[in-house]
């Protein structure tokens, strides 16, 4: 019944092949998409488009989700209406994007997202259509529209390709993307290599969907990203912190980072973590890492917060300090010193490739500080630190610490547990026990 249109899957998709593209209709009572699970925004949006005689579809991810018995985040439109003639029906809405122009119709905090038909790169004739790739056929610009035949192929992946129609409930598959959801099988349309050539960032959305949804990768789908993994240096950083967001704090980052490692992607992202990994992947770096993703994970299933901060805090830990050791060693200067110098120079290449964000750094930067002053707890060095506003962050990295490194940072890590749990006067006694001890290693 799900017919598939492999003829597509390793050409380079040219005007004439569009034209003869088919789709299977799936009719209301052969698919489980109901109303009520439905944005009413985005069914008003759908319902006004079509008054004023234009086409308009629910599509991509939102369709897949509600296909699986998801819950989706977001609904997104597609229609053959232009965005200068959608804001001209809808007064709520915004137009956004310099790549491809898209309409954001505002109800309040929720946003649907309308993008016009997506079409082929061959006739540029029409004003309206501009677009550009870079030398490693990257697309820059892709303003340009079509049919909702060239839209299904112009998607990325065939799961993505699925168009629900509002006016009679029926779901219509370009690609095979309904059977391959049922398989779980995760495929590109058209041929991988140029796929992921036009945009990289396909690479990681191939990944993260794999993890999300426990998918497998069609072979051909998987094959090229090895290779064409650098290609992430194109990708401008602010685009990739993003990415890496929806990577590492969805609520599948352990299962997603062990395939960045597979497909050579996380060593682009992250290289001045990936140089310290160790073949058998049993550094402190990696033990850390492995289980800040598990506990972010952990939150994010117990709807607990969840800050970017505390895990890049966590993933950076162990590099810093091997900086900070070299920089000792080379340069004379004090711990304390180069302990600085490696927080700088670490972020200051890790933002060049992923732009974090300054109130995420700032953040980042307390944490680390904080592992070193809670080593000082003599006086009223303790009290203070207690009232550090990053400090419940700081002593979470302390105590993952603490479980990979043992030794004295155990009894570190249990202290600072007894000193915030307890009462001003028993955390008066704890730290005068402990200016006792210094004295007595004083006298020795």
Request: proline fraction near 4%; aromatic fraction near 10%; include cysteine.
């Amino acid at each position: 019944m799900f017919k598939q249109v492999s003829r597509f899957y390793r050409k380079i998709f040219r005007q004439e092949e569009f034209q003869s593209i088919d789709y299977v209709s799936i009719p209301r009572n052969e698919h489980n998409i109901s109303r009520k699970d439905i944005s009413e925004n985005a069914l008003k949006v759908l319902h006004r488009l079509n008054k004023q005689g234009y086409e308009a579809y629910l599509v991509g991810g939102c369709i897949r989700d509600l296909l699986l018995g998801k819950k989706p985040k977001d609904f997104d439109v597609t229609t053959n209406a232009t965005p200068e003639q959608i804001q001209k029906i809808f007064r709520n809405c915004r137009l956004v994007g310099r790549r491809f122009r898209l309409a954001h119709i505002m109800f309040g905090k929720e946003i649907i997202e309308v993008a016009t038909f997506r079409g082929t790169h061959d006739n540029l004739e029409a004003p309206t259509n501009i677009a550009k790739r870079s030398q490693s056929g990257m697309l820059l610009r892709d303003n340009v529209y079509g049919t909702i035949e060239q839209d299904a192929l112009r998607r990325d992946f065939t799961m993505n390709a699925l168009y629900y129609n509002i006016k009679d409930f029926s779901l219509r598959d370009y690609c095979g993307g309904l059977n391959d959801l049922r398989q779980g099988i995760i495929r590109l349309i058209g041929e991988p290599k140029i796929r992921y050539q036009e945009d990289p960032v396909r690479m990681l959305r191939t990944v993260r969907f794999s993890a999300k949804l426990n998918m497998k990768i069609e072979p051909a789908t998987a094959k090229p990203i090895k290779e064409l993994a650098p290609l992430l240096k194109n990708i401008p950083a602010a685009r990739l912190f993003d990415e890496v967001i929806k990577l590492l704090q969805s609520g599948n980052g352990y299962a997603t980072y062990v395939l960045l490692k597979q497909y050579h992607l996380f060593e682009q992202l992250f290289p001045s973590i990936n140089r310290l990994f160790t073949p058998n992947s049993n550094s402190n770096l990696e033990k850390i890492i492995e289980q800040a993703l598990k506990n972010t994970d952990y939150r994010i299933a117990n709807n607990q917060r969840v800050n970017p901060a505390f895990l890049f805090a966590a993933f950076f830990w162990y590099p810093i300090i091997e900086q900070t050791q070299l920089t000792c060693v080379e340069s004379g200067l004090q711990f304390h010193d180069s302990f600085s110098m490696a927080i700088n120079e670490t972020l200051n290449e890790q933002c060049r490739i992923i732009a974090i964000p300054r109130r995420l750094t700032t953040v980042m930067g307390d944490i680390w500080r904080l592992q070193l002053r809670m080593k000082k707890r003599e006086g009223k060095r303790a009290f203070a630190i207690l009232e550090h506003p990053k400090f419940r962050a700081a002593y979470d990295l302390l105590e993952m610490r603490s479980a990979i490194e043992k030794g004295e940072l155990l009894d570190l890590a249990k202290w600072w547990h007894e000193f915030q749990s307890v009462s001003v006067e028993k955390r008066i006694s704890m730290v005068k026990q402990l200016n006792k001890t210094s004295r007595r290693r004083v006298k020795r």
